[in-house]
């Protein structure tokens, strides 16, 4: 058949075309179907939220009580906040503004120490995961994110187990003593803070134009120029982000501090677990509404840096 | 003179990613390329997407080594030579600029990383601004530019460098039409005044043709020709080229004898015409062969009207079935079915009324002069 004789059959055949009928009922049913989602919706995220703030907010609320007791609320205060600071014993011998400072400061060198060495290692694997290919490249990628996933009781067992085994061969070839202080909680920081360091960073090289890199050295730039003048400063927020996100789970850590700390080494978690052992004193409320503060600036700083776009190019 | 750029036998390799790696399953990028370009050219490489036009570009440039074969830039092999010590500079497909720069910071770069001492570096680079015509942005970030502007500091990047060779990789891809066009206008007008040789990559062969003095088509790795515009639209090598560069129809005959630039084709129908033989006349033989005739250079006419036809060279005059007529603005474009396949008549619309008066279903004669065809290999 010819290629003319098609057009004009197409033309004579019939076309059928589809219609169709409102139905009154099942269009009303629809809508109120859609109209009750609208609220279960909206109701999601409050509900939510609840859950997850009301035990929070109940710490806080009763960090200015005007009593000991928990069960009811009998006026502000700001007692409690004042006591942490002036030395007013209100939680039995176990408390001193002395030993609550001691142990913030310990709390602050580690972080501040687990912090750097974590943030510079993280930042290096990540460059490493993201930039080159080598062997074994996929099983790391699989191994880093470990620590964020398994449960930290595990990573706090083994890191004991693992320094008493060092210690214990140290001693037996040099005859010295060494025991678990500050430097092995810090070893500790680092090594489950390393993983979100890496994560952090990974997703902002990740969204980084690889172009930009390859612009540079066509412009003359040789490899180690290159890092510091375009990948560094735009990997920085990352790094940033990653290094508070590290600094806010080390202050806050306390398992792995409670396994690699040793004797006479406390933390601030670890220093508020020792007077909850006694009973629970408003005073514990207002250094816990401190610290939620504390950690909420710092996560938040972190959320911010993270969310800045404008890496692409 | 040697060429400024020259690439020999010059092939790439990827591996095929996941588990065929293992297999040591390679796909051919690039497979047995030769270019010379010459000192101050406008050269091409134009090709459909994955034709291997930019890895091409990217090994010219450094960011690629080929698997085999040499690259030499002015005469001198640059298979060890990194990216950074190439006189080669790249506009880059989405410009690349550096976003925590200014962009007078974006085009003081590269002098700064030659070790061109601060001040002289600002002067030059407000001078290459004023190249492009932005030296009110000079403060600004990228960011703040619209795509044009950002295009052109990243022409102004590059060129501050006075590179030996330009390479574009398709820049003008991410603006709209008129924008384009404005560009293309501008980047062949700065060509011209630098005298650099550019190289430029680009899929939009008008584009590829309103801009350079030649063009290499490339498919699948390879490049199947190179030649000024008129060369690759008039005479076509194969028939990807003469598909990929404008319409053209095809049509399936046999080609039964081959006089000095001529051949005669016969048709399934019996009817015969002459057909202009390809530069490369060896390439084809008697047999079965494909001839590409580009639309608009077929003349039609209805039954009874054919004194019109011209008389001043001889015609080729070939019969038809008239079964499609759209009137598209500044052309009509007739289907015809010609023994068996179906072919494309492009009229132009010179007048405000149709000539002649066409009916559908109607035979129709349709001519074209034997330089208009080109036989191929089939």
Redesign the interface.
């Known amino acids: 058949m010819s290629a003319a004789q098609t057009v004009q059959q197409s033309f004579s055949s019939e076309v059928k075309t589809r219609t169709f009928e409102v139905n009154e009922r099942q269009l009303s049913l629809d809508r109120l179907v859609r109209r009750i989602g609208k609220v279960g919706l909206l109701f999601n995220p409050i509900f939510s939220f609840f859950f997850l703030w009301a035990p929070i907010l109940v710490l806080v609320i009763f960090s200015f009580n005007d009593s000991r007791s928990v069960a009811t609320f009998s006026g502000f205060t700001l007692r409690w906040y004042l006591n942490i600071f002036s030395g007013a014993v209100g939680a039995g011998d176990n408390f001193s503004t002395a030993l609550l400072l001691d142990s913030l400061r310990n709390s602050l060198v580690i972080g501040v120490i687990a912090t750097l060495i974590s943030s510079v290692i993280g930042t290096m694997v990540s460059l490493a995961l993201s930039r080159s290919d080598f062997p074994g490249k996929r099983v790391l990628d699989a191994v880093l994110y470990l620590p964020v996933v398994i449960p930290e009781i595990t990573q706090g067992v083994s890191l004991a187990v693992f320094f008493n085994a060092i210690f214990g061969w140290w001693n037996m070839t040099t005859g010295q003593r060494v025991s678990m202080g500050l430097e092995t909680v810090i070893i500790g920081h680092v090594a489950f803070t390393i993983s979100f360091v890496a994560v952090v960073v990974r997703a902002r090289l990740a969204d980084m134009n690889p172009k930009l890199e390859e612009a540079a050295r066509d412009l003359g730039a040789n490899e180690w120029r290159t890092f510091w003048a375009i990948t560094f400063p735009l990997a920085l927020p990352g790094i940033i982000a990653g290094a508070l996100l590290a600094f806010t789970l080390s202050l806050d850590d306390f398992l792995v501090t409670f396994f690699t700390s040793g004797a006479g080494t406390n933390t601030l978690p670890v220093f508020v677990y020792g007077l909850l052992r006694l009973t629970v004193t408003p005073e514990i409320n207002a250094i816990s509404t401190i610290m939620i503060l504390a950690s909420t600036l710092l996560i938040g700083i972190s959320l911010a840096l993270q969310g800045r776009n404008a890496v692409r190019g | 003179m040697t060429p400024d750029v020259e690439l020999r036998q010059v092939v790439k390799e990827f591996s095929a990613a996941g588990k065929s790696k293992r297999a040591g399953y390679q796909v051919r990028a690039v497979d047995n390329v030769n270019l010379q370009i010459a000192q101050g050219e406008f050269f091409a490489m134009l090709g459909p997407s994955g034709c291997g036009k930019t890895t091409t570009l990217r090994m010219i440039?450094?960011?690629e080594t080929p698997t085999s074969g040499e690259i030499y830039i002015r005469g001198k092999a640059v298979h060890d030579i990194?990216?950074?010590?190439r006189p080669?500079?790249?506009v880059?497909?989405?410009?690349?600029?550096?976003?925590?720069m200014t962009v007078i910071q974006n085009v003081m770069?590269?002098l700064r990383?030659?070790g061109v001492p601060r001040q002289e570096a600002q002067r030059r680079a407000e001078e290459a601004l004023d190249m492009v015509k932005l030296s009110h942005a000079a403060a600004r970030r990228?960011?703040q530019l619209s795509g044009g502007q950002q295009q052109r500091v990243a022409l102004a990047?590059?060129l501050v460098?006075r590179p030996s060779v330009l390479l574009l990789d398709e820049p003008l891809g991410a603006l709209d039409l008129k924008l384009r066009k404005e560009m293309q206008a501008e980047l062949k007008t700065m060509q011209q005044r630098v005298g650099i040789t550019f190289i430029f990559v680009t899929h939009d062969q008008e584009e590829a043709m309103s801009m350079a003095n030649r063009i290499a088509v490339m498919h699948e790795g390879h490049v199947l020709q190179v030649g000024t515009a008129r060369d690759i639209y008039e005479r076509p090598v194969n028939r990807f080229v003469a598909d990929f560069i404008g319409e053209t129809n095809f049509f399936v005959g046999n080609l039964v004898e081959k006089r000095d630039k001529v051949g005669v084709v016969k048709l399934a129908d019996g009817a015969t015409f002459e057909a202009s033989l390809p530069l490369d006349a060896s390439s084809v033989s008697e047999g079965k062969v494909t001839v590409a005739l580009r639309p608009e250079r077929i003349g039609i006419f209805p039954p009874g009207e054919e004194d019109d036809m011209p008389r001043e060279v001889p015609l080729n005059v070939l019969e038809g079935?008239?079964?499609?007529m759209d009137y598209i603005g500044t052309d009509t474009r007739y289907?015809v079915?010609i023994a068996g396949t179906?072919l494309v008549v492009r009229e132009q619309n010179v007048d405000y009324e149709d000539n002649y008066d066409f009916r559908?279903?109607q035979t129709v004669k349709i001519f074209f002069p034997a330089v208009s065809a080109t036989i191929l290999q089939e």
Do not use: I
């Not at chain 2, 990194?82 to 010590?85: I, M, N, S």
């Not at chain 2, 989405?94 to 976003?99: E, G, K």
């Not at chain 2, 079935?321 to 499609?324: A, D, I, M």
């Open positions: 440039a450094g960011f990194p990216p950074f010590h080669v500079n790249t880059f497909q989405d410009y690349a600029l550096f976003p925590h770069f590269g990383m030659e990228p960011n990047r590059a460098k079935v008239l079964y499609e289907t079915e179906t559908l279903g």
